[in-house]
């Protein structure tokens, strides 16, 4: 939604015209099902909100929505310089975001255009969460694990103490 919204306020008008196009041929009424969690799409393009009735039937949403994300993250990554997701302490999600954030991951497309970071406290989860199904399902190639240990009190007093100067 932030990022729709950042897209209408720093986008040239030619720029917004384009995009509006693009989504329109590409994701046509199924636009106005996006709006419901993407709100600020309305900004980039015209949305009838009559569209989003009993005619428009989706045989699997969690698919429906993995497509329409990825269609509305590879048009406006055409469209700018670079773009930045951080899903942060994601661990906490719920199978159908971890299934929504895997297919952006996987989305050819899109990924030499955005970058993702991706936090999660592993000391915080349990072998059998549907985060580590998810982890271990995503291909090793994609990923470039960085561990990060947690700031013991020295570290935290240095931190504080930078800070300070």
């Not at 636009?31 to 989003?52: G, R």
């Not at 469209?79 to 302490?89: A, G, N, T, Y």
């Not at 955005?114 to 406290?121: G, Q, T």
Request: proline share 3%.
């Amino acid at each position: 939604n932030r990022l729709c919204q950042l897209f209408a306020r720093c986008a040239t008008s030619s720029q917004q015209a384009a995009v509006a196009a693009e989504l329109h041929m590409t994701l046509g009424s199924q636009a106005a099902l996006l709006l419901a969690i993407v709100p600020c799409l309305s900004q980039i393009m015209a949305v009838s909100h009559s569209n989003n009735d009993a005619s428009f039937v989706c045989v699997d949403p969690a698919k429906s929505l993995r497509f329409m994300c990825c269609n509305l993250l590879n048009i406006l990554s055409n469209h700018l310089p670079r773009i930045v997701f951080w899903f942060d302490d994601i661990q906490w999600s719920d199978s159908t975001s971890l299934q929504l954030v895997g297919g952006l991951l996987a989305d050819c497309e899109v990924s030499n255009k955005v970058f993702y970071v991706v936090s999660y406290r592993d000391d915080e989860m349990k072998d059998d969460s549907p985060f580590n199904s998810w982890l271990t399902s995503i291909p090793q190639h994609t990923l470039r694990r960085i561990h990060v240990t947690n700031l013991n009190e020295d570290d935290v007093n240095t931190l504080v103490s930078d800070a300070l100067q």
